[in-house]
Antibody
């Protein structure tokens, strides 16, 4: 059974830093790209970042580029999101999600999601 | 403002059919990028509902179907049930942004 368990959320002051973790199990973690998607309170989903299976390629939304860094440790089956220079608008539930590509489907999709971890940026 | 536009809300009575639209542009859906749909029940994480415009993952009832035409995609739900009350999101890729993009979400109310 695929499981994704996020941790590391909490209350942080504007300008502060936080590192989120996502522990994966139930699949060969090192074979799959992974995503971070966030959801501000009462709002919709926003893609944040992707990382390739080996970790060599990373991608970011413009809203977090230069402030957030995605990484992974395939030996520990864990995905990370280092968040620096946090702003009030970064307040959201952060989900990690497994990403797959399917032959004949032009867009990668997220087939499994964690339960999310809440990040609150406030003074 | 989301790159993919969805109606904020739709509603229907039990047993009825509802559709949710997802309108994009020539840099995403119109460029040939496929659309996926996710269902988010209250207080839970999103769940993959439809992938590649019209394919259902194992376990998703055939009451749910998807289609794509031109710069838009649609999710249809037939035989509406109370348990279908949730938020629904479309997702695709935008070549101008070089990003994955989500629609703003549609809240489905079962009357």
């Amino acid at each position: 059974e695929v499981q994704l368990l996020e941790s590391g959320g909490g209350l942080v002051q504007p300008g502060g830093s936080l590192r989120l973790s996502c522990a994966a199990s139930g699949f060969t973690f090192s074979s799959y790209a992974m995503s971070w998607v966030r959801q501000a309170p009462g709002k919709g989903l926003e893609w944040v970042s992707d990382i390739s299976a080996g970790g060599g390629s990373t991608y970011y939304a413009d809203s977090v580029k230069g402030r957030f860094t995605v990484s992974r440790d395939n030996s520990k089956n864990t995905l990370y999101l280092q968040m620096n220079s946090l702003r009030a608008e970064d307040t959201a539930v952060y989900y990690c999600a497994k990403e797959i590509t399917i032959f004949g489907v032009t867009t990668p999709l997220n087939d499994y999601w964690g339960q999310g971890t809440l990040v609150t940026v406030s003074s | 403002q989301s790159v993919l536009t969805q109606p904020p809300s739709v509603s229907g009575a039990p047993g009825q059919r509802v559709t949710i639209s997802c309108t994009g542009s020539s840099s995403n859906i119109g460029a040939g990028y496929d659309v996926h749909w996710y269902q988010q029940l209250p207080g839970t994480a999103p769940k993959l509902l439809i992938y590649g415009n019209s394919n259902r993952p194992s376990g998703v009832p055939d009451r749910f179907s998807g289609s794509k035409s031109g710069t838009s995609a649609s999710l249809a739900i037939t035989g509406l049930q109370a348990e279908d009350e949730a938020d629904y999101y479309c997702q695709s890729y935008d070549s101008s942004l070089s990003d994955s993009v989500f629609g703003g979400g549609t809240q489905l109310t079962v009357l």
